[in-house]
C-alpha cells in the first residue's frame, strides 16, 4: 500500500514511517526540510518530498498514487495555532479528494463531547471534522496523553515527579485521564491502512487505565522506584500559572506546555472502544500505564530513545542561511573564531564533538552555561534542558539543548543554529581538519543582529567570550587528547 505520512520529522510520524515500512508499506514522507531526514537510517527506505501543508501545489504533488494519507501535523506552539491547523487541514483534505487518495488517518485529541475546550482541544476537533467533511473515507483516532520516550507530556510528567518529591498542584491533577502507550498508538496508526472503506468516523482510543494526574505522578514515582510523592492541590493555580511552573522545571517550554496543560482541565476518558471491531486488542492486552512507564523508562536509560517532542523544532526560513562573509546580506554580522592545534587527531576530536551537550555540557564555565540557559526559560525560550536524544548519535534537524543541528559533515563539521531568545540570529560552528599526525580544532561563533538591540546584546556579552569560547576550545582539545591518551594500543 502506498503511503504518505505528513510531519515524519515529529514525534509520532518519526516512529510510525519506519514501522510502516517494516511492514512492506511504499511510504512518502512530506517535509518542508528534507535535510531534517538525511542522517535518519529508515529515509533511505522512504519517498521523501518537499513540500508544507500549506501548500496546496507541494500537497497536490504528494498525494499523487497515495493510498493512505496519514495526517500528523500541528502548530501547537505557534501563534494563532488554531487558525493555521484549520487552513493546513483544508488544504491536504482538497489535495487528498483530488487526487483519489482512499484513506485518510488522522490523531486527534480524546476530549468530553459536551465541555467548552481550551483552545488547542478544539483545534484538534476541529481538524478531525475538516478531514470527516472532506468526502475521503477517514479515521480520526482521538488520544489523550501519549506515554512513551520523548512525548512532550511524558516528559512533562518525568520531569516534575523525578524533581519534586513534594508539591502544591493545581485542581486539574483530580480530573481523570486515560493515557495511553506509545506503541500502541503505533499499532492502532499502522493497522488503520487496512480498516474497510466503509468506515468513517472517530474512534477514541486509551489504554487500559483511568486514572488521575496525580494517580500518574504516584505511579512513575513508584515505577523509577521514588519515594512516594505528596501532592498539595490548591485552587489558585490556574492553568496559565502552572505553565510558567512548567517551563521553569521541565524541559518543556511554556509555548507547548500553556496548550497541554489547557487540556488537562478537562476529564479525558474514552467513551467508547469500538476500534477493537476493527483492530483487535492484543492476545495479552493493551498496555498498562506503569507498564509504558516502564518501557520509556528502560528506552531512556538505554539511550534508544527513537524520537523527541522536539524534533519537529522549525528552523528559520532558507532565505536566512549561515552567513559566510561580510557581503551575505548587506550589513553586519560578528564573529568569535578560535582554533588550536592538537596531536590528537581528528577521529579524536570529533568522538568529543558529536557527544557535546546534553549530560556532557559545553566544556566552558558550566555557571554560565546554566545561566543563559534560566535566563532563555525566564524569557519563554527552550533553555538547556531539553538535552539530546542520544548521547553519542546527532542528526540534522534535531534539538541540542538550545540549539539544533543544523548542519553535520561526521568526521569534519557541526553546525549548531541557536533556538534561545536572542535579538538575531546566531550560529556555533565547530570544525576540524587534518593537521599532520595531528588536527586542528576551529570554532567559529557567528551573531547576525535584528536592530539597535541586537548590536546592543553582542556587546553586552562580548566580555564573556573569553571565558566561555576560549575555555571551550580548551577544554574540548584537552578531552580529545586525554581519550587518545588513555585509548588502548
Known amino acids: ?73 500541528h502548530s501547537l506552539p505557534e501563534r494563532g495555532f488554531g487558525d493555521v491547523d484549520r487552513r493546513a487541514a483544508e488544504t491536504v483534505a482538497a489535495a487528498a479528494t483530488d487526487a483519489g487518495v482512499r484513506r485518510i488517518v488522522y490523531l486527534g485529541g480524546l476530549h468530553p463531547a ?46 516534575l515527579t523525578e524533581r519534586l518529591p513534594a508539591m502544591v498542584t493545581p485542581r486539574w491533577v483530580r480530573n481523570r485521564i486515560q493515557p495511553i502507550a506509545v506503541r ?23 489504554g487500559p487505565d483511568v486514572l488521575t ?66 483492530i483487535p486488542d492484543p492476545p495479552d492486552g493493551l498496555i498498562g500505564y506503569e507498564r509504558a512507564v516502564a518501557l520509556a523508562l528502560a528506552k531512556i536509560r538505554g539511550a534508544q530513545v527513537e524520537t523527541r517532542w522536539s524534533s519537529a523544532g522549525v528552523l528559520p526560513a532558507p532565505a536566512e542561511p549561515f552567513p559566510t562573509d561580510p557581503s551575505w546580506s548587506g ?55 531539553r538535552g539530546r536524544r542520544s548521547p553519542t548519535e546527532l542528526y540534522a534537524g534535531e534539538a541540542l539543548d538550545f540549539w539544533r543541528v543544523e548542519e553535520i559533515d561526521r568526521g569534519r563539521l557541526l553546525r549548531l543554529r541557536a533556538e534561545m531568545k536572542v535579538p538575531g540570529l546566531a550560529w556555533l560552528e565547530l570544525s576540524i581538519r587534518p593537521d599532520g ?3 586542528v580544532y576551529r570554532q567559529r561563533a557567528v551573531f547576525l543582529p535584528r536592530g539597535l538591540a541586537g548590536h546592543a546584546y553582542w556587546w553586552s556579552v562580548w566580555a564573556f567570550h573569553g571565558i566561555v569560547f576560549g575555555g571551550m576550545v580548551r577544554n574540548i582539545v584537552r578531552a580529545a587528547e586525554k581519550a587518545r591518551a588513555v585509548a588502548p594500543a
Not at 474497510?196 to 486509551?206: A, L, M
Request: aromatic residues 8%.
Open 184 to 206: 500502541d498508538v503505533l499499532r492502532y496508526l499502522c493497522e488503520s491502512a487496512n480498516l474497510p472503506p466503509d468506515v468513517h468516523r472517530t474512534f477514541d482510543i486509551g
Open 213 to 278: 494526574y496525580a494517580d500518574m505522578m504516584r505511579g512513575y514515582a513508584r515505577v523509577a522506584g521514588l519515594k512516594p510523592r505528596v501532592l498539595v492541590p490548591v485552587r489558585v493555580l490556574s492553568p496559565w500559572l502552572s505553565a510558567q511552573w512548567v517551563n521553569l522545571v521541565t524541559p518543556v517550554p511554556r509555548s507547548i506546555a500553556v496548550p497541554l496543560i489547557d487540556s488537562l482541565v478537562h476529564e479525558v476518558v474514552c467513551a467508547e472502544h469500538d476500534i477493537a471491531r476493527y
Open 437 to 439: 599526525a595531528g588536527s
Open 331 to 385: 550589513g553586519t554580522f560578528y564573529e568569535d573564531v578560535r582554533e588550536r592545534r592538537s596531536p590528537a587527531p581528528p577521529e579524536a576530536l570529533w568522538t568529543v564533538l558529536r557527544g557535546i551537550g546534553g549530560d556532557n555540557g559545553w566544556y566552558s564555565f558550566p555557571l554560565a552555561w546554566a545561566v543563559r540557559g534560566w535566563l532563555d526559560r525566564l524569557a519563554g525560550g527552550v533553555g538547556l534542558r
Open 114 to 159: 459536551d465541555a467548552h475546550l481550551s483552545k488547542h482541544l478544539a483545534s484538534r476537533v476541529e481538524v478531525g471534522e475538516v478531514f470527516l467533511a472532506s468526502g475521503v473515507p477517514t479515521a480520526v483516532l482521538q488520544a489523550a496523553v501519549i506515554i512513551g520516550s520523548g512525548s512532550a507530556s511524558f516528559e512533562m510528567l518525568r520531569y
Open 1 to 73: 500500500m502506498r503511503c504518505l505520512v505528513t510531519g515524519a520529522t515529529g514525534y509520532i510520524g518519526g516512529r510510525l514511517a519506519p514501522r510502516l515500512i517494516d511492514e512492506g508499506h511504499q511510504v512518502r514522507c512530506l517535509v518542508r526540510d528534507p535535510a531534517k531526514l538525511r542522517d535518519v537510517p529508515w529515509s533511505r527506505s522512504a519517498e521523501i518530498a518537499r513540500g508544507d501543508v500549506l501548500d496546496a501545489g507541494s500537497v497536490r504533488a504528494a498525494c499523487e498514487g497515495i493510498d493512505v494519507l496519514y495526517y500528523l501535523v
